[in-house]
């Protein structure tokens, strides 16, 4: 008795959920497509990835140039000196004399000590300047300027 292979199949139970040659051969594509897929996002992630690394590089290179720019910079500072935070010694200046504000001429001449004298020193702002030459004054310059500053003081707290 000669069996035909087809008919011998269709007597087989465990064939008879077997996938038919259409769905075999689109299975086979669809393995296929996804193969050639995975590969062209790895090669595009690949690529991605080189650029963010020689972008990185470029960083690297930037911020190491500026790092030595700006030791470049520091030791420079460092020879000439900041005014006021030199490590030598400050130069000396003649100590003010007080002013009590009754002689005219003797009101420029410490106008002019003051302005001199406040090259050497250091000043957050000029309020705090205001009140290192205030401290000089005495008698009736210091009433007078005293006045002025409280009012001055009144009119930046009540705008």
Not at 147 to 156: E, N, P, S
Request: hydrophobic letters at 45%; proline letters at 4%; aromatic letters at 6%.
């Amino acid at each position: 008795m000669s069996t035909d292979p087809v008919s011998a199949a269709a007597n087989m139970p465990e064939l008879a959920n077997a996938p038919s040659m259409e769905e075999r051969i689109a299975c086979m594509v669809f393995k296929a497509l996804q193969k050639e897929l995975v590969s062209q996002v790895q090669s595009q992630v690949q690529a991605g990835l080189a650029d963010i690394q020689a972008g990185l590089a470029s960083l690297a290179t930037s911020v190491s140039d500026t790092q030595g720019g700006l030791e470049a910079l520091a030791g420079r500072v460092a020879d000439v000196g900041v005014a006021g935070c030199g490590t030598g010694p400050r130069p000396s200046v003649s100590p003010l004399e007080k002013y009590d504000g009754i002689s005219k001429t003797l009101t420029d001449q410490f106008v002019r000590q003051v302005e001199a004298a406040a090259e050497f020193e250091v000043f957050w702002d000029d309020h705090q300047k205001i009140l290192w030459a205030q401290s000089y004054l005495t008698g009736s310059a210091q009433a007078w300027s005293c006045v002025i500053t409280t009012g001055l003081d009144d009119a930046a707290a009540n705008p």
